[in-house]
């Protein structure tokens, strides 16, 4: 069997106080299908700005809400094909 690669694109932006960083992950699969997901990090009003540490909760927060979803979509195909499988008996 061929290798698979699929590409993970992560694109992080702040807003203009650096109190909010958004970051939307965009996984491209096999055959182009794509999947997206989109995170929030907060900051604290208290603590002074560190952008790197919003990159890296939302980015954090984005590829782990992505990977829930592959799994999630994984789950329903297998139980999709276990339906099929007991209506052809």
Known sequence: MEPKQWD???FISEDDDDDVTTAKA???GSGGRR???VAYA???PDDQ????IG???AAGRALAELAGRLMREGAEDVAERAQQAARAW
């Open 8 to 10: 993970v694109r992560i």
């Open 26 to 28: 965009v996984l491209v």
């Open 35 to 37: 999947y997206e997901s």
């Open 42 to 44: 907060r900051r604290n």
């Open 49 to 52: 700005p560190v952008p790197e």
């Open 55 to 57: 990159d890296e909760l």
